[in-house]
């Protein structure tokens, strides 16, 4: 099995910043894609941010320029560091990977998301 664990989610004035982190653990052979999706209240969720294994990242354009995305490979962490921070940010936030754990008949890829973190901005 594999978990993944947000945090640092939590309450910030407009224009402040936050940063998420998301530790996969478990049966791991190798994480492939990660990525950071959102969903506020009535809407659908959607993607901020991911990250290939190789470091290629892609952004929503809502975040450019204010959103980073990076992981640390060896720790099997993601992370999203959020600058001037606006209350359209508010949501949930939630971490995804595409990790590839070894079952009884060989390796496959699971789709894994975290339990979500809720990440809340005042005006």
């Known amino acids: 099995q594999v978990q993944l664990v947000e945090s640092g989610g939590g309450l910030v004035q407009a224009g402040g910043s936050l940063r998420l982190s998301c530790a996969a653990s478990?049966?791991?052979?190798?994480?492939?894609?990660m990525g950071w999706y959102r969903q506020a209240p009535g809407k659908q969720r959607e993607l901020v941010a991911v990250i290939t294994s190789g470091g290629s990242t892609n952004y929503a354009y809502s975040v450019k320029g204010r959103f980073t995305i990076y992981r640390d490979n060896a720790k099997n962490t993601v992370y999203l560091q959020m600058n001037s921070l606006k209350p359209e940010d508010d949501a949930v936030y939630y971490c995804?990977?595409?990790?590839?754990?070894?079952?009884?008949?060989?390796?496959?890829?699971?789709?894994?998301w975290g339990q979500g973190t809720q990440v809340t901005v005042s005006s």
């Open positions: 478990g049966s791991i052979f190798s994480i492939n894609g």
């Open positions: 995804n990977a595409a990790v590839e754990t070894a079952q009884s008949k060989g390796l496959m890829i699971l789709n894994c």
